[in-house]
């Protein structure tokens, strides 16, 4: 889609309901919710990050949105795809901040240039007691993009056509934190899968753009 086309029909979305955790969950994988009995107590003490869905023009005006494929590490979200983001730290002000200033750090588009259009639904993240706060953002400008190494293995821009193509959704066998194989919901985008609380966020985002695209 072009992006100046995707810029006036996001117009909408500040006043249309969040799809919220129903939409999360069409892709949450099924021992998740055993996961989060088993962390109630511990949920109340979660740390909060701030993750950035940002959109915008590559050279061809086609509407594009990022994503990162994160180092190998010893850590439960090691080689996975995620959004640009990170943990709120004491100096930032919000966790709107938090999740601009990490977007700069890890890939390398300047705070100023971002616009934040819409909050999204919050998603606690058992394996890593995190919070997450998801933003949706747009930059107006096609970015020159700098990964920062040594967090970020490759930068993934990824089509709006596709991200919302349904053909892209679908299922894998995947190793978990729990130490074994189980089946989970997938996004399939530029040939990587994408899973857990990342593809959870990425369904309420597109659920939401297929009411006003």
């Known amino acids: 889609m072009n992006f100046d086309t995707f810029l006036k029909s996001i117009s909408k979305i ?6 919220g955790h129903e939409s999360q969950l069409k892709m949450s994988p099924k021992y998740r919710m055993e996961l989060i009995e088993k962390q109630r107590e511990l949920m109340k003490y979660s740390r ?4 950035m869905a940002l959109f915008y023009p590559d050279l061809d005006n086609i509407t594009m949105l990022i994503l990162i494929l994160r180092k190998t590490y010893k850590g439960v979200h090691s ?5 640009p983001g990170g943990k709120l730290e004491p100096e930032d002000p919000s966790l709107e901040y938090a999740a601009l ?3 700069f750090e890890e890939v390398g588009v300047p705070i100023k240039d971002m616009e ?3 909050a999204l639904t919050k998603l606690y993240i058992p394996p890593s007691n995190f919070t997450v706060y998801p933003f949706m953002g747009v930059t107006h400008k096609t970015p020159q993009f700098l990964k920062q190494d040594d967090e ?3 930068l993934i821009e990824v089509t709006l ?3 919302v193509n349904d053909v892209n959704v679908g299922s894998e066998m995947l190793m978990t934190s729990l130490g074994k194989e189980v089946e989970v919901p997938i996004f399939k985008l530029n040939g990587h899968t994408v899973w857990g609380a990342t ?5 309420e985002i597109k659920d939401l753009l297929k009411k006003v695209l």
């Open 14 to 19: 500040e006043h249309i309901p969040l799809p």
């Open 48 to 51: 909060k990050a701030g993750v």
């Open 79 to 83: 080689a996975q795809v995620g959004f």
């Open 161 to 163: 056509e596709d991200f």
């Open 101 to 103: 200033r990490e977007t």
């Open 152 to 154: 970020v293995e490759d």
């Open 199 to 203: 593809a959870m966020m990425l369904n």
């Open 116 to 118: 934040v259009v819409r």
